[in-house]
């Protein structure tokens, strides 16, 4: 049922050891994924959108693990709690792939160089569907003509490196969809594709969606792509949700100071060559080294001592838009 | 393909004409030649400088290098390895009866150590870190450290003398000739060979699984919700395969070299002991046959390497 909520997230704590110390990846992390919508996940490199995702896939490096709080899947049977569920066990497994799909950044090295792009389309058809090998057959080029490209039937036979980038990442979301998953998490599917490409990449998302109630999540570090695809945004700085909400409020309201932060960053095309760009001051803190309080509080205009004091409560700014921020209520219209 | 295969064939004859060169020009640098060996020292005191004349003559081996060189490339040419210069047997006749044997070893031997080094450096990389990995990462320093003698002639000592499982070394009672018989024979050599050349495999096939773990692909792999054991082998091993193919193939010229060690203490009748006698005593007939087989085979093996590193990567292409 379109809005219907397929992935809930709440107060989802992801830890990473190394060389024995503890980076908590994701500190706190709450959403909703739901039917027929798209969730963008936003923020730079090392905010912890990509371990959000594996947290729900449980595709996390041996050396992670999900510390505390809850990721609920509504499945045909009713609610799993996928961060209950053994990491490669049967339970999880049968939902990989069947109900969660997933599509990663690079397509080169995410596809296996060694197999045809049918033989990995008909791998997911073979452990989660009944149908026979000429029916897998069928199914993989089927799927692959779905995805829009052309010779469906030559093409997979043949092997990723002999597509083109595009065809690639096409391939790959033939593959997520193989078995019409209800939830489809893409970590930046399209960072390693030029524009045009990724606008057909969308496009295809789009579609997916539209027609098949497909719930997206959708991660990103790029505030075009959100204001052109997102229904609701989650925007996130070194492991915590700074602001969520859907996309018009926040894009509209940006309520926490980082997210007006990244909405000036960005040039837009029609203003000229003459605009002003303000690049966000200082850089990411050392995540084993982190603030005491408020995560963006050192790169803040807007600091204040009691930033520092503890991570801010989340504020409901209104039913739809939630920020992080001490001072999420005032100033939303200043800069 | 077969434009391939023809240019490599082509490739190959200059290949063979410098390598028999400098092996013929090797044996012509060593002091002494076959006459010395033939009649010993003190017979070399002896005699007089007309009689080592004509026994030089004789063996045809008055004539300046250059002439000797294509005499022999001549004769091979047409199909003709010339006699031992020590024994006047036909050098075809001997390779005809120390090849087989040698082969038969050397395969044996690929063949155990190929099977046991992929399949521990697969569990090594399986386990990293382990116990398991630790254990064989120990065992593999010590196969590589242990001397192949050592190791023979204690399995000679446990399996032969004190067990009694095994002989102790020959290729075959003389009344026996089926593959059967002859195969109590063959476990021990081959085992020893076998084992002492698995630590080679096994550090690489490690290396490259753990290579091949690491890669992207097995997260997507994961992600379709397969079970562990078809990503860890279908996608992680079948990638991991064509580096261990190569180092593989790079051994098959092992199977005409032979282990000399190795044949000399298990009194296995191969080329491997033949050839050492040759060189000592300047049997350049012989020499040189081995040279050339021992060229013919590493040429064969790159070519077959190229096949198999084409044939299990798709992105491989023969040109």
């Known amino acids: 049922m379109e809005g219907e909520t397929l992935v809930r997230v709440r107060n989802l704590r992801t830890y990473l050891y190394a060389n024995g110390r503890c980076n908590k990846a994701v500190n706190d992390v709450s959403f909703d994924v739901r039917a027929g919508r798209t969730l963008c996940v936003v923020g730079e490199s090392g905010c912890g959108k990509s371990v959000t995702a594996a947290s729900i896939m449980q595709l996390l490096p041996p050396l992670a693990r999900i510390e505390s709080g809850e990721i609920a899947y509504r499945s045909a049977e009713g609610e799993l709690r996928l961060d209950r569920l053994p990491r490669n066990g049967r339970a999880m497994r049968s939902l990989r792939g069947r109900d969660l799909g997933m599509i990663f950044q690079d397509p080169m090295t995410a596809l296996n160089p060694v197999y045809s792009i049918g033989f990995q389309i008909r791998e997911s058809l073979r452990y989660h569907t009944r149908l026979g090998a000429p029916a897998r057959r069928a199914k993989a080029i089927e799927l692959l003509a779905d995805m829009g490209i052309p010779l469906p039937a030559q093409r997979s036979g043949e092997y990723p490196h002999q597509l083109s980038g595009g065809m690639r990442q096409r391939a790959m979301i033939a593959m997520a969809m193989a078995c019409e998953p209800k939830v489809l998490i893409a970590d930046e599917p399209t960072t390693a594709l030029d524009v045009t490409v990724q606008a057909q990449v969308f496009d295809l998302m789009e579609r997916l969606k539209r027609e098949r109630g497909t719930a997206i999540m959708l991660i990103t570090h790029d505030m075009g792509v959100v204001a052109e695809l997102a229904d609701e945004v989650v925007v996130m700085y070194m492991g915590n949700v700074v602001e969520s909400g859907t996309v018009r409020e926040v894009l509209k309201s940006p309520a926490h100071p980082y997210t007006r932060a990244l909405l000036g960053s960005i040039p837009l095309l029609g203003r000229g060559r003459s605009q002003r760009l303000e690049p966000i001051r200082g850089s990411t803190p050392d995540p084993f080294d982190r603030p005491p309080g408020c995560q963006f509080a050192p790169r803040c205009p807007r600091q204040e001592p009691a930033c520092d004091a503890g991570l801010p409560p989340e504020v409901e700014v209104s039913a739809a838009h939630r920020v992080r921020c001490l001072f999420a209520k005032e100033g939303r219209d200043g800069r | ?319």
């Open chain 2, 1 to 319: 393909m077969i434009a391939y295969t023809l240019r490599r064939f082509l490739a190959l004859a200059p290949m063979m004409l410098l390598m028999t060169f400098l092996v013929f020009l090797g044996l012509e640098l060593t002091p002494g030649d076959a006459v010395s060996f033939i009649a010993g020292p003190e017979a070399m005191a002896n005699m007089d400088g007309s009689q080592l004349a004509a026994l030089r003559e004789s063996l045809g081996l008055d004539d300046p290098f250059l002439a000797r060189y294509f005499r022999w490339l001549g004769g091979v040419l047409r199909g003709d390895f010339g006699y031992s210069l020590t024994s006047g047997v036909p050098i075809a006749r001997i390779v005809a009866e120390r090849l087989p044997a040698t082969l038969e070893l050397s395969a044996a031997a690929l063949l155990v150590s190929t099977l046991l080094g992929s399949a521990l450096g697969l569990a090594s990389a399986l386990n990293r870190g382990k116990a398991l990995d630790q254990a064989l990462t120990v065992a593999g320093m010590i196969g590589v450290s242990v001397p192949e003698f050592f190791f023979g002639l204690v399995s000679i000592l446990v399996f032969s003398i004190e067990l009694k499982w095994l002989p102790v070394g020959g290729r075959t009672r003389p009344e026996y000739l089926g593959l059967w018989d002859r195969l109590p024979h063959l476990v021990l050599p081959a085992l020893v060979l076998g084992v002492s050349m698995t630590a080679g495999v096994m550090r690489y096939a490690r290396a490259s699984m753990l290579d091949a773990l690491g890669k992207d692909f097995m997260r997507t792999a994961r992600s379709k919700g397969l079970p562990e054991a078809r990503v860890d082998l279908v996608h992680g091993f079948r990638a991991a395969l064509a580096p261990i193919a190569v180092l593989i193939g790079f051994r098959l010229p092992m199977l005409i070299g032979g282990s000399v060690v190795i044949e000399q203490i298990f009194q296995w009748p191969g080329v491997g002991s033949e050839f050492l006698a040759a060189v000592r005593g300047q049997n350049y007939p012989l020499v040189m046959t081995i040279a050339l087989l021992s060229v013919l085979a590493v040429l064969a093996a790159s070519f077959l390497v190229d096949l198999a590193t084409a044939a299990l990567d798709p992105r491989v292409k023969l040109s």
